[in-house]
């Protein structure tokens, strides 16, 4: 099968550092003019010499976002539907090796979560669990897809990867959208921060977005955490999967997330810093490479950050957060990773029409014969 593995092994032994090297203030500066950029205008807008022309790329950027998406954000929640884990993953708060409290919804109480963040009046939900297929089945997911659409018109699944036949199940529950990423691009990385379990399968995480593309699904929302490794060279592949995605599955609506590491249980440290301006700078590039590509960004962002991303390309945002398993019922419960923005949906929209920016609660309802 043709996969975007192909594409990965094109820059494995290509020199970053030689090619930001050769790089002037005018080639960068004659890319932002450009209507269309190569990978290699993408890459050299992600370069060091490209950090002194973050406002003609933030002017471009916004340009871009408002004549394609106009001033309207997409408000989301998430909902962790279970926190059961059998991998490894040394930045993540649900390491099966961490101790805490595991627990999965019961069908009741995903009604009365669905119930709590249906009444701030959001529609799209991203429904989350740990990679378990043991405690949490595609069937259990299924399950709680069907409670959840009485409740949605929008259900977005971050999950474990599945196989192309079980995203054709939970498509055919309900759900119409795929959030997964890769963590790191970097294979050798890879290896290192998925000691064990399923997840140590580069190739079968790295394809589960196509395989829900062939199954159907109406978005995609790929992205690499931010902190694992160089970030210049992840953001520079998260771009060409988007880029690759789109391109094969143009029926797909196409995002990346940009998301920072969090402080969570098992503190594992970030291997580099990604400051504000390095992110923007990602964010801008991602812009101008892909001017119809959706851009989330969660609230691992402060309030100040995010109110400033707003006009810098960004289409999706979570609002009335909470990263614990049934977490808005039990609030003793413990999250995935602490949030740097707590504010409520009503609050988002607030600060979104203050900015001159129009909420989005639904933007799409899936019709399925019953
Ligand atoms: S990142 Fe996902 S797969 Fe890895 S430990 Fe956390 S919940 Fe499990």
Redesign the pocket.
Known sequence: MVSFIDEILKYQEFDYAAFFNQLTDADVQRIIQKDRLSVFDYLSLLSPVAERHLEAMAQKAHRLTTQHFGKTMLLFTPMYLA?Y?????L??????KNKLQRKKLTMDEVAAEAAIVAATGLKHLLIL???SSQQTPVSYIEECIHVLKKYFSCIGIEV?PLSEEEYRQVIAAGADGLTIYQ?VYDQETYSEL?PA?P?RNYQYRLDAPERACKAGIRTVNIGALLGLNDWRTEAFLSGLHADYLQRKYPEVEVSISPPRMRPHIGGYPPKVIVNDKNLVQYMLAYRLFMPRGGLTVSTRESAELRDRLVKLGVTKMSAGVCTAVGGRADTESVG?FEISDDRSVREMASMLYANGYQPVYKDWQVLIDE
Not at 85 to 89: D, E, L, P, R
Not at 91 to 96: K, L, T
Request: glycine share 14%; proline share 0%; hydrophobic share 15%.
């Open positions: 926190n884990c059998v991998n490894q993953c930045y993540c708060g649900f390491n099966v669990t740990g990679e474990y963590e998925h379990g997840k995935q």
